[in-house]
């Protein structure tokens, strides 16, 4: 019985902790300064950052660092 409730608590655990992760969302932002395009966890809500192109949102940060390789505007700098 013990083993089955250490088990569930890890399970409840490993779960909760995968869904946090799923929830990231990451951005490619340009500083209005430098033109350098960089990888980010949250939205920007200043102006010396903005979102590239169309701000699509990318579910990890390997998706995000892809796309700044392809993406015009952070390859032209």
Request: charged share 20%; proline share 1%; with cysteine.
């Amino acid at each position: 019985m013990k083993n089955l409730l250490i088990c569930g608590a890890l399970a409840a655990f490993v779960l909760s902790t995968q869904a946090a992760v799923a929830d990231h969302e990451f951005y490619i932002v340009q500083d209005a300064h430098t033109k350098k395009c960089t990888v980010v966890d949250t939205k920007p809500t200043t102006t010396t950052t903005t979102v590239v192109g169309d701000g699509t949102v990318y579910k990890t940060r390997t998706e995000a660092d892809s796309a700044i390789k392809t993406t015009r505007i952070c390859t032209e700098h």
